[in-house]
């Protein structure tokens, strides 16, 4: 190879290889084609957003991330490791957590307590080890207590941490389905529409707390959102689905103003 080919090469190649790559996923149910050949990367500590109209597939791309569904075509890739090697109860342990769209709490439990469920993807000792109270058992649940209550306070939840979520208005709650996931110390955070439901001030209240769980816990996010302001505001890359194509990918900038997204979003709110 000539010496300044391999310079053009080396000059190419990314810095650091994507935290999360997509490449050619396909889903279908039935006859329909949820996901038609998508690929997309997700870059290290970026918050990435994923738009696209009612029914264009982003959801199921959700769930093929978090291993709720298979697919019969393309791979991912989380961190360089192919996910189909991995088992959908060991996806959280990997370093992926989400919330969901309809909200996915223990009404009857308190705030402190739903967020410390989170934390069993990160803990070692098993039911046998718990039931019969084995040594670190103790060790491993004062870590959990300290690290709930560390988001609780910087979730702003600490006047209800001892609230049952069901009591909560729904703005809480969705504060604490966030914290939930964040207790499993994730490196990639998927958020399914979480402006969903919220007042315009939560909306905005919304956008600076992603930012700040980018920053202070060094993650990346992804992000499903209808609300096209906050995906807008807060994305630094954002990939628009159509009928389970992609049909853009850049800045918010470059995609809001690409003629397919808007003909995709013609007629509807955005
Ligand atoms: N479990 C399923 N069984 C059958 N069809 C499904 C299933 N999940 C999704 N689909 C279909 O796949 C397509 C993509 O749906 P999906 O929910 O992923 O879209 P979406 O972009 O998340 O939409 P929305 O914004 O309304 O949540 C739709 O046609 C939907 O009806």
Known sequence: MQVHEEARLVAAAPAEAPLLSVRDLCVRFGGITALDGVSFDVQRGQVAGLIGPNGAGKTT????????????????????????SVARHQVAGLGIGRTFQNLALFGSMSVLDNIKVGRHARTRKGFLANAL????????????????????????????????????????????ELGRALASEPRLLLLDEPAAGLNHEEVGALGTLIRRIRDQFHL???????????????????????????????????????PEVIQAYLGTES
């Not at 769930?63 to 189909?84: K, V």
């Not at 988001?151 to 709650?173: C, M, Q, Y």
């Open 220 to 258: 990346t996010v992804l992000l499903v959102e209808h609300h096209m302001g906050l995906v807008m505001s807060v994305s630094d890359h954002v990939v628009a689905l159509n009928f389970g194509r992609k049909i853009a990918e850049g800045t918010p900038a470059q995609v809001r103003a690409h």
């Open 133 to 176: 109270r084995l040594p670190g058992v103790a060790a491993e649940e004062e870590d959990s207590s300290r690290r709930a209550r560390e988001l609780v306070r910087f979730l702003g939840l600490e006047p209800v941490a001892d609230t049952r979520v069901a009591e909560l208005p729904f703005g809480s709650r969705k504060r604490v």
């Open 61 to 84: 791309l959700f769930n093929c991330l978090s291993r709720l569904y298979g697919y019969s075509e393309g791979r991912i890739r989380f961190d360089g490791q192919p996910l189909e």
